[in-house]
Antibody, heavy 119, light 112 residues
């Protein structure tokens, strides 16, 4: 079955960067868009952007442009999301999520990675 | 950006009774390809979201038939015919018609 396994929790200081990984299995990694969504504590869901692993094409939400970089390593079926210039309001659970063209929605989610930004 | 507005934000329910959540978008979610990319997600405490309904009314694999979706254009509804204990949690509508994809604020389904 499809699995998305994310890296573990991180604690970062303001101004630092964090890189979260998402390793996929159970499907052809290269041919499904991988999205990243975050959720601040007690808050709703916020879309950050996507990467198409086959080509490396990316599309970022305007709010994160200039601070977020999504990459992938197809040899190990892993997507990465790096966020720089961290602030306290970047404290959130970050999810990777596989969207399939067949249903036009997110079929699978990673377990989430808590990133805490604190001095 | 398309704004998604859910009502109510909190819904106390009695087990075995129906429940309904509404979602309104600030513009039509009808895509140029003819599909409407409106989904409903369920999130239980401490867990990632789970897809329930896609393209307005299609139940995702494994989702019980007590969940149903309806609507068109800018107005959509999720209905649960008889709420069970496992249904408690937060429900989100989500649009994937136009980037950036956006979510409703969430509706907390809780026991009355």
């Amino acid at each position: 079955q499809v699995q998305l396994v994310q890296s573990g929790a991180e604690v970062k200081k303001p101004g630092a960067s964090v890189k979260v990984s998402c390793t996929a299995s159970g499907y052809t990694f290269t041919y499904n868009y991988m999205h990243w969504v975050r959720q601040a504590p007690g808050q709703g869901l916020e879309w950050m952007g996507w990467i198409y692993p086959n080509t490396g094409d990316t599309n970022y939400a305007q709010k994160f442009q200039g601070r977020v970089t999504m990459t992938r390593d197809t040899s190990i079926s892993t997507a990465y999301m790096e966020l720089s210039g961290l602030r306290s309001d970047d404290t959130a659970v970050y999810y990777c999520a596989r969207l399939t063209a067949a249903i036009g929605s997110v079929e699978n989610w990673g377990q989430g990675t808590l990133v805490t930004v604190s001095s | 950006d398309i704004v998604m507005t859910q009502t109510p934000l909190s819904s106390p329910v009695t087990l075995g009774q129906p429940a309904s959540i509404s979602c309104r978008s600030s513009q039509s979610l009808l895509h140029s390809d003819g599909d409407t990319y409106l989904s409903w997600l369920q999130q239980r405490p401490g867990q990632p979201p789970r897809l329930l309904i896609y393209k307005i009314s299609k139940r995702f694999s494994g989702v019980p038939d007590r969940f149903s979706g309806s609507g068109a254009g800018t107005d959509f509804t999720l209905k649960i015919s008889r709420v069970e204990a496992e249904d408690l949690g937060v429900y989100y509508c989500m649009q994937a018609t136009q980037f950036p994809y956006t979510f409703g604020q969430g509706t907390n389904l809780e026991i009355k």
